[in-house]
């Protein structure tokens, strides 16, 4: 064992004049902490969100849009806006995918609240044409994705149809590369595009409807911190497949 006078001459150094000074020791450098990119949570946002006390940079939602039979796929967008609100950051940005069919609906309840509409994003789905018997009315092509935000969008340098409001991407399919796991799963492509336009990479991003975890599957390629919420148990574990990951535990 070491004596402390020996501990000391290391600690310490003297000059000819006898004055003692701190001898600096170069210390171990410490590997950064690693952070899993994507949390998943089984539950209801409602639940979810108060437990988790986190604010968030960029709110990537993609909810039930009450167009189909499933039975999760009702409506309820005030009290989903009421439970996310306190958990946007200071500076945010806000994409919600909706129906055309209800789209003015759930544009008056954003005003309510008292959330500006900073842009209405078309997502043209040119390959997946909704309601094709249809004899009464024009076949349904598009959705709306309704973006609230108050920062600059890191849009790229150049020029490009990226900066326009009619996004053109085809629905996932079981036979693409960006496979279709979910019912209403939307495109690897268009997602990817909205967490790298309303994001930085040190910034927190949230799902709060987890679907198929293609969110997540973006975050995950740019090391991109995620939450993903999702309450169909079903999907939760094609989610936990797909990204390699385990839920939270409760």
Not at 87 to 114: N, V
Request: proline share 6%.
């Amino acid at each position: 064992m070491e004596s402390k006078s020996e501990i000391r001459s290391y600690s310490e150094f003297k000059t000819r004049d006898g004055r003692t000074f701190p001898r600096t020791i170069e210390q171990p450098k410490n590997e950064p902490e690693h952070i899993e990119p994507v949390k998943l949570y089984l539950g209801d946002l409602v639940d979810v969100l108060p437990r988790l006390k986190q604010k968030f940079d960029l709110v990537v939602a993609d909810p039930p849009y009450e167009v189909t039979d499933y039975e999760w796929d009702k409506l309820d967008t005030e009290n989903w806006l009421k439970a996310i609100m306190p958990h946007l950051a200071k500076q945010y940005h806000l994409f919600w995918f909706c129906s055309p069919k209800f789209a003015a609906d759930i544009e008056m309840i954003f005003r309510s609240l008292g959330l500006e509409i900073q842009s209405r994003i078309v997502w043209h789905r040119r390959n997946m044409a909704m309601g094709s018997k249809a004899v009464n009315r024009f076949i349904d092509t598009w959705d709306m994705v309704l973006h609230v935000g108050n920062k600059p969008l890191n849009f790229p340098s150049g020029w490009t149809d990226a900066w326009f409001d009619v996004q053109v991407h085809a629905v996932p399919q079981s036979n693409f590369d960006d496979k279709k796991i979910h019912p209403t799963q939307k495109p690897y492509s268009l997602i990817r595009r909205l967490v790298e336009f309303g994001s930085d990479l040190s910034g927190v991003v949230l799902d709060p409807f987890g679907g198929g975890g293609t969110t997540g599957a973006t975050c995950q390629e740019d090391d991109r911190q995620c939450v993903l919420i999702e309450k169909e148990r079903t999907y939760v574990e094609q989610i936990e497949l797909r990204l390699k990951i385990k839920r939270e535990a409760k």
